[in-house]
């Protein structure tokens, strides 16, 4: 429909709640800042059975990411930013970390912040994600998402920027789910808690989550950073071309820099940043781990290298950081690890996305293959790949996946006597493995293939 692929779709859900079409910011800008006392009228109650029914859909698909430790961490972080002796009708807060490796975060009016694991695992510390969360929970405790649908004219509105939008057309992968299953629900939810507010309720999130942070001790200056991270295009699909008109990243950077004035705590010491840093990292390691696997399933490939070499950057010495990084590589194929300036140009970006609607992960890399630039890419990633999962499994608590991927990559590479053992070895270690009869199926193609 209208020619806008799911790929297309996903590069406008980029930056928390940030892309809001031209014609809709102007239009939905006047939303008036909230009453003392917000009072539930009959439009409200039923969007909030509607979010309340998105929150089920999300456990039941299984989109939330069930780990109790990460979940308890997220709501430790999202509770100690909320105004003391808060009571919000109808808000029950609830901080959780969503499966999708698209870096962006979105709260529904009933108080549930979804923040996704890529963005997680691309944040530095945890100031950052405080930084995320609070600029959330500015949406929920100032009624954003009722106000908005409140307006006939911004819900029809919504509406059709979803139809201009095109087809909500998850094709596999994660990263499409979450959206799928928002606009099965609501149009209306997925445009305002994905695509974001108007420029100036956006803009008081911001602002008024620098102040929350601040009143939770977490120096403010680190939303800059975060905004920062945000604008490190590592897959070369932040177009601008069809939202031209939403706050861009820089805009924010700039306001949230000049309102932090006198409030930034400069003299946070490096050391005592290196040391959140590490507390950070050691708390989101599994997550991050779990997201690199949805970045490659989603053929996200350069963001599942930088994220691993983050991690290994952090402990040099774990064999799971570096299988991680080998997979990357190994996966990467025909790919350069990271993109040239040129490939970052706005047209570059509107040709790799014409390109990605049209042909699939697979069919895009054969066409790679067969130049010579893809021939010389596999090469050096095929063999830092190998090199990673041989070392890896020569540390401490080496991982069994190390040899399927070895086996992966002989496979591919036409070493077929090699890829057998290392699939025998996978088999051997891992015998409880999920996908022990996939593995299985390799090994006898492979060995009637050899002989
Ligand atoms: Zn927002």
């Known amino acids: ?23 809709a910011a102007r239009l939905m800008a006047q939303a008036p800042p909230p009453k003392e006392e917000f009072k539930f009228g009959k439009a409200d109650l039923d969007l909030l059975e509607q979010v ?23 709501q430790r972080v999202g509770e100690s930013l909320l105004p003391r002796d808060l009571n919000l009708e109808h808000v029950l807060w609830k901080f959780r970390a969503l499966r999708d490796p698209v870096p962006n975060a979105f709260a529904l009016p009933n108080g549930s912040v979804y923040v996704n694991t890529g963005l997680i695992a691309l944040l530095d510390n945890e100031s950052q994600l405080a930084s995320i969360l609070a600029h959330e929970i500015t949406h929920v405790l100032n009624r954003h998402t009722y106000l908005q649908n409140r307006s006939n004219r911004k819900k029809i509105l919504a509406i059709n920027i979803i139809n201009a939008v095109g087809a909500w057309n998850p094709v596999g992968g994660v990263a499409g789910l979450a959206i799928g299953v928002i606009a099965a629900v609501s149009p209306f939810i997925l445009v305002s808690t994905i695509f974001g507010y108007s420029r100036d309720l956006e803009k008081e999130a911001d602002l008024k989550g620098e102040d929350l942070m601040a009143a939770a001790e977490y120096p403010p200056e680190e939303m800059v950073k975060a905004l920062t991270l945000l ?8 177009l601008k071309w069809f939202y031209n ?9 700039a306001y949230v820099t000049t ?31 779990h997201d690199i696997q949805l970045a490659i399933n989603a053929a996200r490939f350069r963001t599942a290298v930088y994220l691993s070499q983050k991690f290994v950057d952090f402990k040099p010495d ?40 049209k042909l699939t992960p697979e069919e895009e890399e054969r066409e790679l293959m067969a130049t010579d630039v893809g021939q010389q890419n596999w090469k050096a990633n095929r063999q830092k790949a190998e090199e990673l999962y041989l070392k890896s499994l020569k540390l401490d608590n080496p991982v069994p996946m190390a040899h399927r991927g070895l086996g992966m990559l002989y496979e591919k590479s036409g070493r077929t006597k090699e890829g057998i053992d ?18 299985q199926r390799r090994l006898q193609t492979l060995k009637s293939s050899g002989s």
């Open 259 to 289: 309102y932090l004035g006198s409030k930034a705590n400069k003299t946070t010491a490096a050391a005592e940043l290196k040391r959140e840093k590490s507390a950070y990292l050691a708390k989101i390691e599994t997550v991050s781990h």
């Open 52 to 74: 309340n029914l998105l929150d089920k859909r999300f456990e039941r698909e299984g989109l939330v990411y069930a780990d109790d430790a990460t979940s308890a961490y997220l």
């Open 245 to 253: 008109d939403h706050p861009q990243l820089k805009d924010r950077i």
């Open 318 to 357: 774990s064999a799971e950081n570096i299988f991680w990084l080998a997979e990357s590589y190994r996966t990467l194929g025909a790919r350069s690890p990271e993109l040239k300036e040129k490939e970052l140009t706005n047209s570059s970006k509107k040709d790799a996305a014409r390109k990605r609607a």
């Open 422 to 439: 290392e699939y025998q070895k996978y088999l051997d270690l891992a015998p409880d493995a999920l996908d022990r009869e996939r593995i």
């Open 1 to 23: 429909m209208n020619g806008f692929s799911r790929r297309q779709v996903i590069v406008a859900t980029l930056c928390f709640c940030l892309a809001v079409p031209a014609s």
């Open 231 to 238: 604008s490190n295009d590592v897959e070369g699909e932040q």
